[in-house]
């Protein structure tokens, strides 16, 4: 069982978060469906699924035993992870579903007649991509749901912080009021959009750079297939809640982290969306994409 220190709890998030990420990417590859290498390709992304979801419940057992449990955002990280969980769990279900079409395609020979029609309307590669299109539409939101248990676990610890002054003098109390996990009284708590929220979420995690070419728009750079916007982020720039760690150029692209305030701000932003829970979404049938 890994540490139960918040702040490694918070990283292994981050690195499952990306790992998520990056099997999502390869399950949106076409090359998946070539006939002449599907199968193993396939059996390597359940397996990666299959060690990533043990990892996920592997984080909730540790965050459970951990003293955030005991706060309302650490029974939403539980919750959240152990979504993440079902979620890929769910995904390798549908790749291992998929195995008999891919094995049918991998042994296909080569020298063969071509059918009547077209190898990609065959039985086998529209089962496949149905399965494929299933798990990929599971794994698109796996990372993000780690990235919100991050979340919820940094505000846990903000508040497992200001935990212990509540049973202290009313001058310990207003000590706590101007710490830096606390809202200051010139502090106003922000209304954000859901967008908004999702992307201060991801920024909260340092999961976003924002980068721009000569002669270009800026443009945005996640670390998880999160949808966001550059205009989503110049309003959360405008409320003073994210700013660009200016370190480096735009041409390398420009980390974006809280201010102050918006670290004073996260565990009253962040406990509001515990509550919406996340349902596993039916299979998706394979879309027809016109050109």
Do not use: W
């Not at 202290?168 to 830096?180: F, N």
């Not at 480096?248 to 406990?271: K, N």
């Not at 596993?280 to 994409?289: D, I, L």
């Amino acid at each position: 069982m890994p540490d139960t220190h918040p702040e490694d709890l918070i990283r292994q998030l981050r690195s499952l978060a990306e790992d998520f990420a990056d099997v999502h990417h390869l399950t949106l590859r076409t090359g998946l469906l070539d006939d002449d290498a599907v199968l193993m390709p396939l059996l390597s992304r359940i397996r990666t699924t299959q060690s990533l979801t043990n990892q996920a419940l592997t984080l909730t057992l540790a965050t459970g035993s951990s003293t955030i449990a005991g706060t309302a955002a650490g029974r939403s990280a539980i919750e959240h992870l152990t979504g993440a969980a079902r979620q890929g769990n769910d995904a390798g279900g549908y790749l291992l579903a998929g195995i008999p079409a891919a094995t049918a395609l991998h042994r296909a020979p080569r020298s063969a007649p071509k059918p009547p029609r077209t190898p990609r309307t065959s039985i086998h590669h529209l089962a496949l991509r149905r399965h494929i299109s299933a798990a990929t539409g599971l794994l698109r939101d796996a990372p993000v749901i780690c990235l919100d248990a991050a979340a919820l676990i940094t505000a846990a610890t903000g508040l497992l912080r200001d935990a212990p002054v509540i049973c202290l003098d009313a001058a310990a109390l207003i000590t706590a009021a101007t710490s830096s996990t606390a809202l200051v009284p010139g502090d106003v708590l922000p209304r954000l959009t859901d967008p908004q929220l999702a992307a201060f979420r991801l920024i909260s995690q340092r999961a976003v750079r924002i980068r721009q070419r000569e002669g270009r728009p800026p443009f945005l750079h996640t670390s998880v297939p999160a949808p966001t916007v550059t205009a989503t982020v110049a309003a959360l720039e405008r409320k003073k809640l994210v700013t660009r760690d200016t370190g480096t150029s735009l041409d390398e692209g420009q980390e974006l982290v809280l201010t102050p305030a918006g670290q004073r701000a996260l565990p009253a932003l962040v406990l509001p969306t515990a509550a919406a829970s996340r349902t596993t979404p039916a299979p998706a049938p394979p879309r027809s994409r016109t050109r």
